[in-house]
């Protein structure tokens, strides 16, 4: 039978969807609201908004794909559904980045772990001077969120790479946590990061998308924000141009108007839309602070078959080591484990030849457990920039000896897991490690071995920052509800606004958040109507 495929019933119902590769003549267009970037925060925020009435206009630079065109092979997800074809890299080339370019943005593939913002995260931000986002503010709107998206603990067992996981949690007494997932009808088949087939995940691209579009909203894919028009405290048009299927400009270009203005493009092409308008930022907040989670890998050899490309992707994680000592003190990191696919394992892993080879005829029987570290909390570690260059927008991101300190001690506590829960054989991804048979042999090698860009790989998922939030302008570009301090009809809704990383996945707390500000944007732009007194004199 057939999967019912959302996205092709609701164009053929009539949603007003707009491919920019299908324009051949330049558009004026007028809203209330117009939204950039069709992901956790602009998918969230485009329904809240038309549910209150407001006329919505969403823009997504990447494709309208759907379950119809997620066949389950990687060389048609990673240049449909990612940007740059998921080999996006930070400016020296010493970080991967996966970031999602289809509508949905990277709610469409990523591994669906829903995790609520550690309280010590929204401490720190206090701090910082973030006001009303303390957990029992938040809570409701994580409530809210996780009811929308059917949010829930994973109730089936974990698949053997996760199992590893926790077991090896088990046998050393480390903390581990069952992972909440946005999944309704999941088939556990475990291609996640390649588009749901069978609409199971609970992304923005079958949830509040649609749901937007069948309030009457407008979409339009394929077209990318340029730079806003602005004077004084107001922006009054916001320029964008029509793309092909090959994300190049085709030469037709969009003027819009609205009476407000969300952007939603990600932490990093939010603050580099913002940097091309040349928006005001005395503070020269715009794009800094733009952090990572940093993520090092560590492979293990299992006599048994893992086939850790089979089950849901990620179900368990351990917060062992994360905020040992403290927030604001040597970096922590959170341990999880990531599918694996041929070609996604195969780009993320060293050496060639027969070494690649041997690497690759492990498959089935390999173990990977990743090192997620949290960055952006010390000046040790306090992320990257977003820069504009003659080539569009870049992320730089030096790889400091404080990240390769928390890279060592995370490699340390992945190998003595993987050992814990039974592997034969350890291989830290960096250069020179080798293949390690025992705990004590790992324990050596790698207080020892040479961590540097380039011979460490290290990737990452979760880009946050670099248009940060607070009440403080010398601190943040925008205030605690997302309203941006110099213009009173703009406002920026995605995980860019966070002033650190999170140590978590990110993808509930962009939901939480934004419907939050969403809800209070849509209150500003249209009020309650007043209550009349109607009582005769």
């Given at each position: 039978?057939?999967?019912?495929?959302?996205?092709?019933?609701?164009?053929?119902?009539?949603?007003?969807?707009?491919?920019?590769?299908?324009?051949?003549?330049?558009?004026?267009?007028?809203?209330?609201?117009?939204?950039?970037?069709?992901?956790?925060?602009?998918?969230?925020?485009?329904?809240?908004?038309?549910?209150?009435?407001?006329?919505?206009?969403?823009?997504?630079?990447?494709?309208?794909?759907?379950?119809s065109?997620?066949?389950?092979?990687?060389?048609?997800?990673?240049?449909?559904?990612?940007?740059?074809?998921?080999?996006?890299?930070?400016?020296?080339?010493?970080?991967?980045?996966?970031?999602?370019?289809?509508?949905?943005?990277?709610?469409?593939?990523?591994?669906?772990?829903?995790?609520?913002?550690?309280?010590?995260?929204?401490?720190?931000?206090?701090?910082?001077?973030?006001?009303?986002?303390?957990?029992s503010e938040l809570n409701p709107w994580f409530d809210k969120m996780e009811q929308r998206l059917n949010i829930s603990r994973w109730p089936i067992d974990p698949n053997r790479n996760n199992q590893a996981l926790r077991d090896g949690c088990v046998e050393l007494g480390w903390d581990y946590t069952v992972i909440k997932r946005n999944v309704l009808g999941c088939w556990n088949t475990g291609y996640c990061g390649m588009g749901c087939p069978v609409n199971a995940k609970q992304s923005m691209l079958v949830t509040t998308i649609p749901a937007a579009l069948n309030a009457g909203a407008e979409l339009y894919s394929h077209v990318r924000a340029e730079r806003f028009e602005h004077h004084g405290e107001r922006v009054f048009a916001l320029r964008a141009e029509a793309l092909d299927g090959y994300n190049k400009p085709t030469g037709v270009k969009l003027m819009i108007r609205a009476r407000h203005y969300v952007v939603a493009a990600g932490a990093i092409h939010t603050p580099?839309?913002?940097?091309?308008?040349?928006?005001?930022?005395?503070?020269?907040?715009?794009?800094?602070?733009?952090?990572?989670?940093?993520?090092?890998?560590?492979?293990?050899?299992?006599?048994?078959?893992?086939?850790?490309?089979?089950?849901?992707?990620?179900?368990?994680?351990?917060?062992?080591?994360?905020?040992?000592?403290?927030?604001?003190?040597?970096?922590?990191?959170?341990?999880?484990?990531?599918?694996?696919?041929?070609?996604?394992?195969?780009?993320?892993t060293l050496g060639y030849g027969p070494q690649?080879?041997?690497?690759?005829?492990?498959?089935?029987?390999?173990?990977?457990?990743?090192?997620?570290?949290?960055?952006?909390?010390?000046?040790?570690?306090?992320?990257?920039?977003?820069?504009?260059?003659?080539?569009?927008t870049a992320l730089d991101y030096p790889l400091t000896p404080a990240l390769f300190a928390a890279a060592r001690r995370a490699f340390a506590s992945m190998a003595e897991l993987q050992f814990a829960?039974?592997?034969?054989?350890?291989?830290?991804i960096n250069e020179g490690a080798g293949i390690l048979s025992s705990w004590q042999e790992a324990k050596q090698v790698i207080a020892d071995m040479p961590l540097a860009p380039l011979k460490t790989i290290v990737a990452s998922a979760h880009v946050m920052?670099?248009?940060?939030?607070?009440?403080?302008?010398?601190?943040?570009?925008?205030?605690?509800?997302?309203?941006?301090?110099?213009?009173?009809?703009?406002s920026v809704m995605d995980g860019s606004v966070f002033p650190s990383?999170?140590?978590?996945?990110?993808?509930?707390?962009?939901?939480?958040?934004?419907?939050?500000?969403?809800?209070?944007?849509?209150?500003?732009?249209k009020p309650e109507p007043a209550v009349q007194d109607v009582a005769e004199g």
């Open positions: 039978m057939p999967i019912a495929d959302p996205i092709l019933a609701g164009l053929a119902a009539g949603w007003k969807h707009t491919d920019g590769a299908s324009l051949t003549e330049d558009l004026e267009l007028e809203t209330d609201v117009v939204i950039i970037g069709t992901g956790a925060g602009g998918g969230t925020a485009a329904e809240i908004l038309t549910q209150a009435g407001l006329r919505v206009l969403l823009l997504e630079a990447g494709p309208l794909k759907s379950s065109d997620f066949v389950m092979e990687e060389r048609r997800a990673y240049p449909e559904l990612y940007q740059q074809a998921a080999a996006m890299k930070t400016l020296d080339k010493g970080i991967g980045i996966f970031q999602g370019k289809s509508v949905g943005g990277s709610t469409t593939v990523n591994w669906t772990t829903s995790i609520r913002t550690p309280k010590a995260t929204l401490d720190y931000w206090q701090s910082l001077g973030v006001k009303g986002l303390s957990r580099a839309l913002l940097l091309r308008s040349q928006m005001t930022d005395p503070y020269q907040r715009l794009g800094k602070q733009t952090c990572l989670h940093p993520t090092v890998l560590s492979g293990a050899r299992f006599r048994e078959a893992i086939n850790a490309h089979s089950g849901a992707p990620q179900s368990i994680y351990s917060d062992q080591f994360v905020w040992q000592d403290g927030a604001t003190g040597q970096p922590g990191y959170k341990l999880e484990v990531p599918p694996v696919h041929p070609v996604l394992i195969a780009s993320k690649h080879a041997e690497l690759m005829s492990w498959f089935n029987h390999l173990q990977v457990t990743i090192a997620l570290i949290r960055d952006g909390f010390s000046p040790e570690l306090p992320g990257g920039q977003v820069l504009l260059t003659d080539k569009g829960a039974g592997a034969e054989q350890v291989m830290p920052g670099g248009c940060a939030m607070g009440e403080d302008r010398q601190l943040s570009w925008v205030n605690s509800e997302g309203q941006a301090h110099y213009y009173s009809n703009l990383s999170l140590g978590a996945n990110p993808q509930l707390s962009i939901y939480g958040l934004t419907a939050r500000n969403a809800s209070l944007l849509a209150r500003r732009l």
